[in-house]
């Protein structure tokens, strides 16, 4: 399937595919599943169906926030390898984009004595690194230029541990920490090019979507209870802020979209810092609301929503919460007139 004649399936059809049962559902296999299908093979984002990839992250998120940590990391390589013209990618293969890099836990591209290029040193938060055969991770070489390179990790020079994760919330992701020595290793790009890429921003404001996505979930066994019980006028209410709350960010994130597409060349900064923002806080405002309004219940009997529901605060702090605020205040005060008028 290629990437422009991708169909989104229903919510039914993914489910028959993943068949996510509770008690042994595990997010690698379906990853691979979904590989398999070629539901991987997204349209890339500002090429004119950016919603369409959105919907999809969104539609993954909402059944399960560690398999769409795998699947968003796995088709963002496949975006970031397009955009940036890497290497070609095999088939079969999973692969993971890992590029935190904390103080103490960077790893050094340097070229070997016969010319290859080989990676050294210790990578942290590496999601699936236990399933995954490929990755792109960021990287620094000899002149300290953050560099990017594609990685085999089912060579010798890689060592998979069990450190470096332990929080209950995303457990199954499986974010390790993952050691290098002298595994071999192909750069892409030139150094600096993979935060330089207009595709960077356009990624970081598809998180956002799959947050939407996970806080649809959670407000649906909301909406399933309204249907079904004695009508509860404070449960109404608290429906009905949901509501309001995620419509008004369903068309920031349509508007979003539909701007990228119009100028995918574009720096897209203050757009994907406006969407992660604007639904982190939606995101918080319905788990509030939902678990309130719903009480202990979920939380111990449901398994979809209990997990969802430690899963959920875990992964919204991939937000830089004030200091992105501040950013983009930054960029809203550079602005000659305010940008509100309707």
Request: proline letters at 6%.
């Amino acid at each position: 399937m290629s990437h422009n004649a991708f169909s989104l399936p229903s919510a039914a059809a993914l489910a028959t595919l993943l068949q996510p049962q509770d008690s042994a559902f595990f997010p690698i296999d379906g990853l691979r599943r979904l590989r398999d299908a070629g539901l991987d093979q997204l349209p890339l984002p500002g090429h004119g169906a950016t919603l369409r990839r959105w919907q999809m992250l969104a539609a993954i998120a909402a059944i399960d926030l560690s398999l769409f940590k795998l699947y968003e990391s796995h088709t963002d390589a496949l975006a970031v390898l397009a955009e940036l013209g890497g290497p070609g990618v095999p088939a079969g293969s999973s692969w993971g984009v890992w590029c935190a890099d904390p103080p103490d836990a960077r790893v050094r591209l340097r070229k070997a004595a016969d010319g290859r290029h080989v990676l050294d040193g210790r990578k942290a938060w590496c999601a699936g690194a236990q399933g995954l055969s490929h990755a792109l991770i960021s990287c620094w070489n000899d002149d300290n230029q953050a560099c990017l390179a594609t990685v085999d990790l089912s060579q010798p020079g890689v060592h998979v541990t069990d450190e470096g994760w332990q929080a209950v919330g995303m457990r199954a992701c499986a974010s390790v920490d993952v050691t290098f020595s002298a595994a071999r290793a192909l750069p892409v790009g030139a150094p600096g090019a993979y935060l330089e890429r207009p595709g960077y921003w356009h990624g970081s404001a598809g998180i956002a979507a799959a947050w939407y996505g996970a806080a649809c979930a959670i407000a649906s066994h909301l909406h399933a209870r309204a249907q079904h019980a004695a009508p509860d006028p404070v449960r109404l209410a608290q429906l009905g802020q949901i509501d309001c709350t995620l419509r008004a960010v369903a068309a920031l994130l349509r508007e979003g979209a539909a701007e990228i597409d119009r100028h995918p060349q574009s720096d897209a900064m203050a757009l994907a810092l406006r969407l992660r923002l604007a639904v982190e806080d939606a995101a918080t405002v319905v788990l509030h609301l939902a678990t309130r309004a719903l009480g202990a219940g979920p939380l111990c009997r449901d398994a979809h929503f209990a997990r969802l529901a430690a899963d959920l605060p875990v992964f919204l702090r991939q937000s830089h919460a004030e200091r992105d605020q501040a950013l983009l205040g930054g960029i809203v005060a550079g602005a000659e007139d305010h940008p509100w008028a309707l």
